[in-house]
């Protein structure tokens, strides 16, 4: 706790390096929750969340959509970064500055002071929403961190190691919560258990994650 000039008592942000290179930042995003929630709401009005194939034919139940200048698409052809939404033909919406501002800030204070996305994924889950163990590699240069930012229900987060049947460690990722993806942990296997009931007090029965990355 801090006590600061006015006497207000503050909990100090909390920075935990859980693996070489990844750094979570616990409540790191909470005081940008409105203005993220209302920039989330723009986004979707503009490029709307839907649930993309994927190239085995499956739907995935997590609902997605993007905004920068690249997005992540998944259809039958493959797993790929896009500058168009194949939905409207248009490009992606810009990427919020309340999200950019984060993203950097977060990025930063994990120790990427240069960290530039180019790519924002928004993943919407809904209770009973999973997604299974993979790498992110889509991606061009993996010295870039990729910055997750949770918000609304809880969920636990799953993080392997650089093989599919490597042992899990779980985590219980809440709202507010952000985590710095860096160095060696970058191509390391992660996925979120199906999600539970719950309400979250401004996201109703719905977990939102943004993942910034440097894509192009
Ligand atoms: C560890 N999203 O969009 S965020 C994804 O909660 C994704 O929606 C999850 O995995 C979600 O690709 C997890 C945490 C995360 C994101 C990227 C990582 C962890 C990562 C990349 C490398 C290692
Ligand atoms: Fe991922």
Request: hydrophobic share 40%; proline share 6%; glycine share 10%.
């Amino acid at each position: 706790m801090q006590n600061d000039l006015f006497g207000t008592l503050t909990e100090t942000p909390s920075r935990e390096e859980i693996a070489e290179g990844a750094v979570l930042l616990r409540g790191f995003a909470l005081t940008e929750e409105d203005a993220l929630l209302v920039d989330i709401a723009l986004v979707a009005e503009a490029a709307p969340f839907r649930n993309m194939v994927t190239p085995g034919g499956f739907t995935m139940s997590v609902a997605m959509t993007n905004c920068g200048r690249a997005g992540w698409v998944s259809d039958r052809r493959g797993y790929r970064y896009a500058t168009d939404d194949p939905l409207s033909g248009k490009p992606w919406p810009a990427m919020p500055d309340s999200f950019l501002i984060l993203a950097q800030s977060a990025a930063a204070a994990a120790g990427y002071p240069a960290f530039a996305p180019d790519a924002c994924l928004v993943n919407r889950y809904v209770p009973g929403t999973r997604l299974t163990l993979h790498q992110d590699k889509n991606e061009k240069d993996f010295a870039q961190p990729i910055v997750s930012v949770s918000l609304g229900l809880p969920a636990t987060f799953q993080f392997g190691g650089m093989e599919r049947t490597e042992k899990v460690t779980r985590y219980r990722l809440e709202h507010g919560d952000v985590v710095v993806w860096g160095g060696p942990t970058r191509l390391r296997f992660h996925g979120v258990l199906p999600l539970k009931d719950g309400l979250h007090s401004s996201l109703g029965a719905t977990r939102i994650n943004l993942t910034f990355r440097k894509a192009m």
